[in-house]
């Protein structure tokens, strides 16, 4: 079993929806969780960190951990064509601190068509 | 845009050879780590390291190598490249916080 597995999609929606992603993990110990989006043939850029469960908003974006199902999502609001990307979900390994090792769900490839 | 820079941007090198990857990481951070990511797959951790000592390494053979210098910048090298090298290798630095990521070395192995 991966340690954070994520549905890699593609997703594909109209402009202006509500988009969910969502990836869930192994290990109930892990404390810090991340959202990253990824342009093709770019780095991964930060969107959303988080320590611990509940929601955490970011204009259109809101970040959601629930610990006691290991499950964690993403949300975006009035989704543009400029969202069109993979999003990454991630957490720190165990015995790390938080700038340790990240482990990596598979991305999820989201298209927001005009 | 991050203060992560990563060179050079595109590489293709020949089975057996050896490459070296530069990063340099942004103001005020003493954390790198490195990472390979396969088309259509999440990063892999490679390994970290912190004020020049290696502090953590994932799955990889020994053939993958690390420098960090002085000023926090690193390099990656890797040896005898295979055809399974073929990746986007990306840096990401970090100091008390979040990591965050260079634009990434894209390395085709032929």
């Known amino acids: 079993q991966k340690e954070v597995e994520q549905d890699p999609g593609p997703l594909s929606v109209p402009e202006g929806a509500i988009v969910s992603l969502n990836c869930t993990y192994s290990?109930?110990?892990?404390?810090?969780f991340m959202w990253y989006r990824q342009y093709s043939r770019k780095g991964p850029e930060l969107l959303m960190y988080t320590y611990s469960s509940g929601n955490k908003e970011d204009g259109r974006f809101t970040a959601q951990v629930d610990k006691s199902s290991k499950y964690i999502s993403l949300f975006i609001r009035d989704s543009q064509p400029s969202d069109s990307a993979t999003y990454l979900c991630?957490?720190?390994?165990?015995?790390?601190?938080?700038?340790?090792?990240?482990?990596f769900g598979q991305g999820t490839t989201l298209q927001v068509k005009p | 845009e991050t203060g992560v820079t990563q060179s050079p941007t595109h590489l293709i090198k020949t089975r057996g050879q050896q490459v070296t990857l530069r990063c340099s990481s942004q103001s005020g951070h003493n954390t790198v780590s490195w990472y390979q990511q396969a088309l259509g797959q999440g990063p892999q951790f490679i390994f970290q390291y912190y004020r020049e000592e290696e502090n953590g390494r994932g799955n990889f053979p020994p053939r993958f190598s690390g420098l960090q210098f002085p000023n926090y910048s690193s390099e990656l090298n890797v040896n005898a490249l295979e055809l399974d090298d073929s990746a986007l290798y990306l840096c990401?630095?970090?100091?008390?916080?979040?990591?965050?990521f260079g634009q990434g070395t894209r390395l085709t192995v032929v």
């Open positions: 990401a630095s970090s100091n008390t916080g979040p990591a965050f």
């Open positions: 991630a957490t720190v390994s165990l015995g790390s601190s938080n700038t340790g090792k990240l482990i």
């Open positions: 290990n109930s110990a892990f404390q810090y």
